[in-house]
């Protein structure tokens, strides 16, 4: 081009077969890793599908071609199942100009979505045997996906002690509908408490991820076949030449991460990783970035998640030092991530139904949530950008409890109580005090706290099923893989089996959590999706006493019950009246008491769960039943260790 027509014919082929000023050696690029037209010759004919430049014969069509340096060019928008359109008139063109400036972006939208739509489903425009919904995991279009406007609650709960997740909308298309689309947690409260925002209000547009020829992109990019069955390698991935296109730097994804750091991803995750990090574009570096491009107020992670699930600090353990303390049973500091769906953390102990290969798109599908039944039965438990269902926590963060010292019992021993009360509060967020509302004690006026019973009707306490709330999780991870004796005779304590069991539905007979109505959990509720800083995912050890202060190891209980506040710290038991300020419990319920004989209480009775009597002068055997220390359970007599739920989380 460059104002005149070259002598190598004026065939489209001929001109692009060689970078022209700032417009790209386009015919090199049908060369490339993955591009369109598969499996046939390319020929200046097949241009005239997505150029206005090119007639139906290949040879130039002078009207639209400008042959001016940096001047525009006419694509065509598909017809609604008419195929290739015959006249230029609006709606069957876009004026595209490659200055880098997002509106040009932008408008590229429509000239992809018009093949890449349901009503073209069955369209062959390059004559390759390929439709534009050839590779969709779920037979539907990218547009039917991708331009979803609707959008849902981020946690499908909402009551006063669930997480702040439920503020949040998430919509099914987050990046075609990123004005609808909410994320985020606090540096300080986590999602525990107030989520500010910090998602941007700028559409990713399909040509910010995409090329339009063809992409140099090497290695493993998608998570499906193309081509061939041993090619992983579509997607045409954002690839540029600094100087062409309108880019000032070359860019294309790449894999990294190590073995070593347990977060080894190929090019494809690559892609995500590199947007969702970086703040901003840079001349040399990135083609965008998530703040100057498109608005966002941080790093595009979750709040288990760390930079590329790299070896950086977790939020969880900056916001909780104690939880990044060096374990002595690991050896290592348990602030950085211990592994995840990139590198396991463990040897595997089942039999997985599916492979990661170090991709996003196993899981996620960055065009919206399907709207197929028969892959995401509920799109509300499809975000964000699933391919199958999930149900977000609702649950709060579980922390071991600060204080070892907090006041129970009272009346005209108050003053002198804190301090030497042996009590603690506890901050482990199970269905009874997440779902269930607090049971008001007597007297009503005085701080003291006691949740649902243990034991109640399960339709109180989480509800979802885990086709549900693990519908994705079950695709790779069986349940008869790692739950073998769900609603069967009770397994082994601190199996993998029993400890599956608090899933909803999948509670053994023979146990106290016979019908689930103890626990009834989420497969988030002890597990994240994609990193975490303790073996197998896991996000909680709620009852590992050794960090009762917030210490990371020497947390200790009394291992005998008495009435004195030091030696019998933690453990303060006797049969004595409930409403007299005597107080009651033990850890795990978070008890102490004063053993005075005072008229009045300011802190009485049971602290936190599963106390039957709230008046009266004997206390039920429920003030000295502590969650596992059954002959059903961790085993009948009282000590710490009994109270611990699996093998893999104690540190």
């Known amino acids: 081009m460059n104002g005149t027509i070259d002598a190598t014919g004026g065939s489209c082929l001929g001109c692009h077969a060689t970078v022209k000023g700032n417009r790209a050696d386009v015919v090199n690029h049908f060369k490339g890793k993955s591009h369109h037209i598969q499996g046939v010759a390319i020929t200046n004919a097949l241009c005239y599908q997505c150029h206005w430049e090119a007639n139906s014969d290949g040879s ?14 006419s694509l065509v928008v598909y017809g609604a199942g008419t195929g290739r359109p015959a006249s230029y008139t609006t709606g ?3 004026s595209y100009t490659a200055n880098g400036a997002r509106s040009s972006v932008e408008k590229l939208n429509s000239h992809c979505l018009g093949c890449h739509r349901s009503a073209n489903a069955t369209a062959k425009p390059f004559s390759d045997g390929k439709t534009p919904q050839q590779y969709a995991w779920d037979s539907r279009s990218i547009e039917e996906r991708y331009a979803n406007s609707g959008a849902t609650r981020w946690s499908q709960y909402s009551t006063a002690n669930t997480n702040r997740k439920k503020h949040l909308t998430k919509a099914y298309s987050a990046h075609g509908n ?8 606090n540096t300080v409260t986590g999602v525990d408490g107030d989520i500010t925002d910090i998602s941007g209000n700028r559409i990713v547009a399909c040509y910010d991820c995409h090329n339009s020829h063809g992409s140099y992109a090497a290695g493993t990019t998608v998570s499906y076949a193309t081509m061939s069955s041993a090619k992983y390698n579509g997607g045409l991935f954002k690839n540029t030449t600094s100087g062409k296109g309108g880019y000032s730097m070359s860019y294309k994804p790449l894999a990294g991460g190590s073995s070593a750091t347990r977060n080894a991803y190929n090019a494809g995750a690559g892609l995500c990783f590199d947007c969702h990090n970086n703040r901003t574009s840079t001349a040399g570096k990135m083609p965008w970035g998530y703040n100057d491009t498109f608005n966002a107020g941080q790093a595009l992670n979750g709040y288990w998640d760390t930079p590329y699930f790299g070896a950086y600090t977790t939020p969880s353990a900056k916001r909780y030092p104690y939880k990044g303390m060096v374990s ?3 050896a290592k500091s348990m602030a950085k991530p211990a592994g995840g769906h ?8 089942t039999t997985v139904n599916g492979s990661i290969n170090g991709l996003c798109t196993p899981c996620h599908d960055p065009h919206g949530v399907s709207q197929n039944s028969a892959k ?3 799109p509300v438990y499809g975000v964000p950008l699933l391919k199958g269902t999930w149900l977000t926590s609702p649950y709060s963060e579980d922390v071991a409890p600060a204080n070892t010292n907090r006041s129970r019992g009272g009346g005209s021993r108050e003053n002198s109580l804190p301090g030497v009360g042996g009590g603690s509060d506890p901050l482990y967020y199970i269905d009874q005090n997440t779902f269930q509302a607090d049971r008001t004690h007597l007297p009503a006026t005085v701080p003291s706290r006691t949740f649902g019973l243990f034991g109640t009707s399960a339709v109180t306490l989480q509800t979802q099923t885990a086709a549900t709330s693990g519908g994705l999780c079950l695709t790779c991870h069986s349940q008869s893989a790692i739950a073998p004796n769900a609603g069967g005779t009770a397994p082994a304590w601190k199996t993998r089996s029993r400890v599956h069991n608090s899933v909803t539905g999948w509670g053994s007979s023979g146990t106290g959590n016979a019908g689930n109505v103890v626990h009834s959990y989420t497969c988030s509720k002890c597990h994240a999706p994609h990193i975490s800083r303790m073996p197998k995912l896991l996000v909680t050890n709620c009852l590992d006493v050794k960090h009762r202060g917030r210490v990371a190891s020497g947390g200790t209980i009394a291992a005998t019950a008495g009435n004195n506040p030091t030696t019998n710290n933690g453990n303060m038991m006797t ?10 419990g033990r850890f795990p319920a978070g008890g102490a008491r004063y053993s005075g004989t005072p008229g009045t209480a300011r802190y ?3 602290w936190a769960f599963g106390a039957t009597t709230t008046t009266g002068t004997t206390p039920s055997a429920a003030y000295t039943t502590n969650c596992h220390n059954s002959a059903t359970a961790g085993g009948s007599a009282w000590v710490p260790s009994n109270q611990l739920w699996n093998t893999r989380s104690n540190w």
């Not at 069509?61 to 001047?71: D, R, S």
């Not at 990123?178 to 947690?185: C, D, E």
């Open 60 to 73: 130039m069509n002078a009207t639209y071609h400008m042959g001016i340096p940096g001047g525009s060019v």
């Open 92 to 94: 069957t063109y876009v």
């Open 178 to 185: 990123a004005a609808n689309n909410q994320m985020g947690w």
């Open 328 to 330: 002595s049973r690991y």
């Open 342 to 349: 990139f590198g396991i953390s463990d040897t595997m102990g």
């Open 376 to 378: 995401v039965a509920n």
């Open 575 to 584: 049969a004595t009246a409930v409403t007299t300020g005597k107080g009651a």
């Open 604 to 606: 009485p009775g049971p």
